[in-house]
């Protein structure tokens, strides 16, 4: 297995946004770095804004580019001929390795990746859930389909990439023992993000930022923040940055709890920089894989209040102690010690030069490509 060997590598995911945007940029940034040829298929559309300049930046570092084409996120009929543009995209562009990401990104890498031939042969299909359909309930019934077309489209992946433990677990007990090859890569960060973030003068109290869906617990965040403002902190405040379904409803939760002076929302803007507009940054997730936002604040020495929830234990590593459930007793709580007790907070946080050992962009590449040849190598 020579690894050295230039690869064509083309990545496949729905929304082109959050972590998992992140997650195949960095990937794509370093193998193309390394020589390799990287494209991108997404959706065509996508919240404007941040997650639009971060492709817009990428692109131009990308030989095979970046492709957009409509892919739904619920299962209907438009999937039949989403996967038949995305087959003849794949073909024309003659991948040594297909690679999926979330949900859909995992169909289509895999169903439409066994079904065609290049002049490379049939190309290497590897998948990273990044949560997508493992969040489901397995005695559901959307979870009891989804789980077994898992198990079909098992058959078709040459390599299952999991970024974190919580996640492999998750698959075996909700699909089973993978019977292809699998393997845990923990998401990394670039050397310069581990560099400390100092809050402006004006900051806020608290900062949410991440996907407007209630999965993320926005809701709880804001719930929260009623109740101390009810205790009498009426000066509390936050700052919520992000785009998503449930942005509707957050606004509207905002004004039915009398939070207009207190809350302000902010479109999608990069992490370092909204990592400066507050003290405290909440992640009051009810369900994750390996959220970057968690590795990302952290990597800034920003106190982080977090829930014990995904991978975001493997994170805290020895102070996962100072995690909490996703309930807004103990988030309040939680938040009520930022504000009294700020330098005791600050000392809960996980150790930075062990994180900073543990989550590196090279280490999560270099891993990733021996996935990839080894997987091309399994296909010949």
């Known amino acids: 297995m020579n690894q050295s060997e230039p ?14 945007l992140r997650h195949v940029r960095d990937l794509a940034l370093a193998h193309a770095k390394l020589g390799h040829s990287v494209g991108i298929i997404c959706d065509a559309s996508g919240p404007a804004g941040y997650n639009e300049t971060l492709l817009e930046r990428l692109e131009p570092h990308l030989s095979l580019g970046i492709t957009r084409t409509a892919m739904s996120r619920s299962v209907g009929p438009s999937d039949i001929s989403s996967a038949m543009k995305i087959r003849n995209l ?18 289509y890498a895999r169903a439409c990746g066994s079904i065609i031939r290049t002049d490379h042969g049939r190309p290497a299909r590897l998948y990273s859930p990044h949560g997508g359909s493992l969040h489901f309930d397995a005695s559901s019934k959307n979870g009891k389909v989804y789980f077994q ?8 992946t040459d390599c299952l990439c999991f970024v974190a433990e919580f996640e492999a677990n998750t698959y075996r007990q909700k699909i ?7 393997r845990v890569i923990y998401n990394g960060l670039a050397e310069d993000e581990f560099e400390p973030v100092t809050p402006a003068d004006n900051a806020a109290d608290f900062l949410f930022i991440g996907e407007m869906r209630m999965l993320k617990g926005p809701d709880l965040m804001l719930r929260a923040l009623s109740r101390l403002k009810a205790e009498g902190a009426q000066e509390i405040s936050a700052v919520m940055i992000g785009e998503g379904p449930d942005r509707d409803d957050i606004h509207a939760m905002i004004k039915e709890r009398n939070l207009q002076t207190n809350v302000t929302l902010r479109p999608p803007m990069p992490a370092r920089i909204a990592f400066s507009l507050a003290r405290t940054v909440v992640m009051p997730s009810r369900a994750e894989a390996m959220p970057y936002i968690v590795l990302e604040a952290l990597a800034a020495q920003r106190p982080l209040i977090a829930t014990n929830v995904g991978g975001i ?9 100072f995690l909490i459930e996703p309930d807004v007793d103990r988030l309040t709580a939680r938040m009520r010690l930022a504000l009294e007790n700020p330098e005791d907070f600050k000392s809960r946080m996980p150790d930075h030069d062990t994180l900073k050992a543990e989550f590196s962009i090279d280490t999560m590449s270099n891993w990733v490509l021996e996935a990839y040849h080894k997987a091309k190598s399994r296909r010949k």
């Open 90 to 107: 794949i073909k024309d562009l003659r991948p040594d390795v297909v690679h999926g990401h979330g949900a859909k990104g995992g169909v």
């Open 149 to 156: 077309i898992e198990k079909v489209l098992e058959r078709m």
């Open 7 to 20: 690869l064509r590598i083309v990545h496949i995911l729905r929304a082109p946004m959050g972590g998992v």
């Open 313 to 321: 234990p493997e994170i805290f590593g020895k102070a996962k102690d």
């Open 176 to 182: 089973g023992t993978p019977k292809c090859p699998s």
